[in-house]
């Protein structure tokens, strides 16, 4: 069973950025796009955006939409949420998947990281 597991998360002020990255522990037969979600304390968990692997489109919540980028390195088995303009609400708890496209969007998310925790202060 191939693992996720996310890393870069940490506190940083308004303004400020992270870059989050997701490593596969061996290539994703199953899976031909990966998601990044978040989930703050008393929330729903989230979609932050989507890369499709076949071309590598990318997807994003309106809420992060110019802020937000997602880039993968195929060699490295790796996807990154690079964050920028980070505000309060972007504190969360942010997980990788990996899922299935279909529809047109990526779904069917059958593989989960143990996510990586971001806060934002004011």
């Known amino acids: 069973q191939v693992r996720l597991v996310e890393s870069g998360g940490g506190s940083v002020q308004t303004g400020g950025s992270l870059r989050l990255s997701c490593v596969a522990s061996g290539y994703i037969h199953s899976s031909n796009c990966m998601g990044w979600h978040r989930q703050a304390p008393g929330k729903e968990r989230e979609g932050v955006g989507t890369?499709?692997?076949?071309?590598?489109?990318?997807y994003y919540a309106d809420s992060v939409k110019g802020r937000f980028t997602i880039s993968e390195d195929n060699a490295k088995n790796t996807v990154y949420l690079q964050m920028n303009s980070l505000k309060p609400e972007d504190t969360a708890m942010y997980y990788c998947?990996?899922?299935?496209?279909?529809?047109?969007?990526?779904?069917?998310?059958?593989?989960w990281g143990q996510g990586t925790q971001v806060t934002v202060s004011s």
């Open positions: 998947a990996a899922g299935v496209w279909l529809g047109g969007r990526c779904q069917e998310y059958h593989i």
């Open positions: 890369i499709y692997r076949l071309g590598g489109s990318t």
